[in-house]
C-alpha cells in the first residue's frame, strides 16, 4: 500500500482545511466553507471504515501505523468531528463566529489529531500533538471579546506550552538512552536505566496534562467554560481520544517490556486521583456546562483504568469507551448549545433548566438520554464501555482500582440525575419559547441518541470484532 | 574535548531556570519567554544526544521543535493581545488566573 493511502483520512482533511483557508480568503460564504468541511470529513470517515477493516502496517518509514488501533482511533475522532461540526452552525451564527476560518481551524487540528492517534514514532508523535494543541488554543479563544474566553485561550497556551516542554524533554532523554525515536525499536533496546525511566516519566506528564489527568487538569474546567460550547465538545472528544489512542499506542508499543508494573502503578494512582476529584468537584458545580466539563475529567478517569490494566482487553477497553464517551459526551453539550443560544434567557445554571423537559420535550428526553448513558445505566452505550474498562481492570487484578472506579461513577449518578430532576421535576414561572432547532442539527442528535442506544443494546458484536482487530495489530 | 555530560548540565540548568521562570514570574509575556527557554534548553539536548549517537535523527527532531515554537509564538503573542486588550495588562494575577 501506497504510503499517502495508508494516510488517506488525514490527507484528505489536511487538503480540505487547506481549501477551505483559500475560500475564506476569496471571501466565500460561510455555508459554502462549512458544506466543504462536512463533506470532507464524512469522505475522510469513510476512508477510516473502510481501513478498518482492511489490512495493517507501518507507513512512511514507520513513522506511523495504519489499520487496527489507529483507524479505530481516526473513526472515533472523526466522528465526534463531524457531529460537533454537524451542531456548530445554529450555535455559531448566534454568537457571530460562523466564519470560514472556525471551520479551516477545525480542519487543520484534525490533522494533527489523525497524526497523533497513529504515531509511530516520537517525532511524528509530537508533531501531531502540537498541531492539535495550536489550533485548539486559537479554538478555545474564539469568544475574543468576552473575559472568559480569552482567559481560557491564555491559561490553556501557557499551561500548554509549559507541558510541551516536559514532553519534549520526555523525548529528548528517551532518545538519548534509546539512539531511536522509533516506538518499536525504543522498545527493543530498552533499559531500565535512570535517564530511560525519567525520559518515560516526562513524557507521561505531558500524556496527562493533554489528557486532563488530576493534577494535571487546572486548565481543563476555565477552558471548556470559555470555549464556544459545540467547539468544548470537540475539545473534550475528538483531542482527548486522539490523546488517549496515541497513549494507548505508547504503552503498547514502546513500554510493554521495560519495567510496565511502575507505569502500572503510577497510571493506577492518577487513574483513582482523576476518578476521585472530578467526581467529587462535579457534585459541587451549579454551572451546566463546567458540570460537564469536570464530569470529563472523571470520564478520563475510568479510561486510566483500562489504560493501567496493560493487557490487549484493557486496551480494546479504553478504545469502546472512546467511542461511547465521543457519542454520548457530544449529544450532551449540543443539547445544552440548544439551550445556551437562547441568549437572552441565560441557560447556564442549572436553575434556570426547570421545567424545560416537558415544555421542550424533545430536546429534554434527547438529554437525558446522554445524561444517563453518561451515568452508566444498563441499556445505553455509556454502561458497555464501562463494563468493559473495570472488567479488563479485574482480570488485571486490579479489583480495589476497579472498585473506586465503580464507587466513583455511582456518586456521579448524582449530578448528572440532578440536571433532569430540574428538567422534569421542578416547575419554573417563566414563560418563554425557545428559538426553533435547524432539521440538520435535530437530527444530528437524534442519530447520536440512537448510537448510544444501539450500541448499548448490541454491543457484543462490534466488541469481538474490536479485539480481533486489535489482535492482528499486535502480530504486526 | 568538552564531554557530553557537560552540554547535558547545561541543557538541565537551562530546562531548570525556565520551570522557575514560569512558575514564579506574572507578566505574560515573561512566562513564555520561559517556556521557549525550556523548549530551547531540550533542542541543545537534543543535538547533543544527536551527536553522541552519530544518528541524524534527534537533529531533525530539533527543526520541527523549532517551527513548532515558532507557530505557537504567534498564536500565543496573539491571545497575550486579546488579553491586553480586554485588561490594560499582562499581569496573569490581573486577569483572574488560577495559578497551577
Known sequence: MHDIIAFLPGVIIAVVGLIALLMEAYKKSADQIYGLTIAGILAALGVAIAALFGDSGTAFTGMIVYGGVASFGAVVILLGSLFSVVVSRDYLMEIDLHRGDVYSMILLSIVGMLALASANDLISFFLGLETMSICLYVIAGLIKDKKTGAEAALKYFLLGAFATGFLLYGIALIYGATGH???????????????????????????????????????????????????TAFMATAAKSATFVAFVLIMSRMLPESDTDIWTNVIQVVAILTMVVGNLIALAQDNVKRMLAYSSIAHAGYLLVGLAAGTPEGFTGVLYYLFAYTVMNVGAFSVIAYYERNKGLDFTEIESYAGLGFKFPLMGVLLSIFLFSLVGIPPFVGFVGKYYVFAAAINAGLIPLAIIGVLASAASAYYYLRVMVYLFFKDSHKEYSLKPASLLFSSAVVLMA??????????????????????????? | ??????????????????????????????????????????????????????????????????????????????????????NLSVDITKVNLLRW
Open chain 1, 450 to 476: 440512537a448510537l448510544t442506544l444501539y450500541y448499548g443494546i448490541e454491543p457484543v458484536l462490534p466488541f469481538s470484532g474490536l479485539i480481533e482487530l486489535i489482535s492482528s495489530y499486535y502480530s504486526l
Open chain 1, 181 to 231: 525515536t522509533n516506538l518499536t525499536e525504543i522498545a527493543a533496546v530498552a533499559e531500565p536505566t535512570l535517564m530511560f525511566m525519567g525520559g518515560s516519566a516526562l513524557l507521561l506528564v505531558g500524556i496527562f496534562f493533554k489528557i486532563g489527568a488530576v493534577p494535571f487538569h487546572m486548565w481543563t474546567p476555565d477552558v471548556y467554560q470559555g470555549t464556544p460550547t459545540t467547539l
Open chain 2, 1 to 86: 574535548m568538552i564531554g557530553i555530560d557537560w552540554y547535558l548540565a547545561l541543557s538541565a540548568i537551562l530546562f531548570t531556570i525556565g520551570i522557575i521562570g514560569v512558575l514564579i514570574r506574572r507578566n505574560a509575556i515573561v512566562i513564555f519567554m520561559c517556556v521557549e527557554l525550556m523548549l530551547n534548553a531540550v533542542n541543545l539536548s537534543l543535538i547533543s544526544f544527536s551527536a553522541y549517537h552519530g544518528d541524524i535523527a534527534g537533529q531533525i527532531l530539533v527543526f520541527f521543535s523549532l517551527s513548532v515554537a515558532a507557530a505557537e509564538a504567534v498564536v500565543g503573542l496573539a491571545i497575550i493581545i486579546a488579553i491586553f486588550r480586554n
